[in-house]
């Protein structure tokens, strides 16, 4: 089936120490978005990708960047992990239609990161 | 500009009963409207859809949403509220650009 995957779906690190997400999708989807999510609080964009076209969103710390070898993958790299970037991350996919965005997001399960 | 409001932080209900979830947006286009369900520790769900056709949406597990235009509301609702509800729920607006709005979201109780 088609789908959106999202690996580790649990990640535990040491403060600082660098940690990679992975995402991919098998729906060919042009846009590709990561979300922070914090415990009882909505999916907050750090980025997302259209294409190869990077998009980052204006509060979005230095401390988060991302990677989209080709279209079927994207990863989240966190340079230097605090305390604060405990959270779960979300990967989402929308498609394009004759140069319209498609209506629907779908999302992936989730990785649930946690920095000690 | 976009703006979606859940009214409704925490809404309990007894299992069987009726469920009603909030939701009011605000758009300068027409919009796209979106439910989404969360259960613990888990991604977000497609529960239903509305862009452009019928105003009342059917979707997955005995849920609908009807739009409202006049009232700027998309307000989800089910007959009968059922243990496995119990989760977070999100109303998610867009216009069809690059950018995508989430509400606060709603906790659904359901009490035995």
């Known amino acids: 089936d088609a789908m959106v995957i999202q690996n580790p779906r649990y990640q535990v690190t040491q403060f600082g120490k660098p940690v990679t997400l992975s995402c991919s999708q098998t729906l060919n989807h042009n846009v590709m978005y990561w979300y922070q999510q914090k415990s009882s609080q909505a999916p907050k964009l750090l980025f997302h990708?259209?294409?190869?076209?990077?998009?980052n969103e204006a509060d979005t710390p230095d401390n988060f960047q991302s990677r989209r070898p080709n279209t079927s993958f994207c990863f989240l790299d966190i340079r230097s992990p605090g305390l604060g970037d405990t959270a779960m991350y979300l990967c989402a996919t929308r498609g394009m239609r004759q140069g319209a965005y498609q209506e629907t997001q779908y999302f992936g399960p989730g990785t649930r990161l946690l920095v000690l | 500009a976009q703006s979606v409001t859940q009214l409704d932080s925490h809404v309990s209900v007894s299992e069987g009963t009726p469920v009603l979830l909030r939701c009011n947006y605000s758009?300068?286009?027409?919009?796209?409207l979106f439910w989404y369900v969360q259960h613990p520790n888990k991604g977000l769900q497609l529960l239903l859809k509305?862009?452009?056709?019928?105003?009342l949406v059917k979707g997955i597990n005995g849920f609908e949403a009807e739009f409202k235009k006049s009232e700027t509301s998309f307000h989800l609702t089910k007959p009968s509220a059922h243990m496995s509800d119990a989760a977070e729920y999100f109303c998610v607006v867009n216009n069809r650009d690059d950018k995508i709005i989430f509400g606060k979201g709603t906790r659904l109780h359901i009490l035995p």
């Open positions: 990708y259209y294409d190869k076209d990077f998009n």
């Open positions: 509305y862009t452009s056709a019928a105003t």
């Open positions: 758009s300068s286009y027409s919009p796209s």
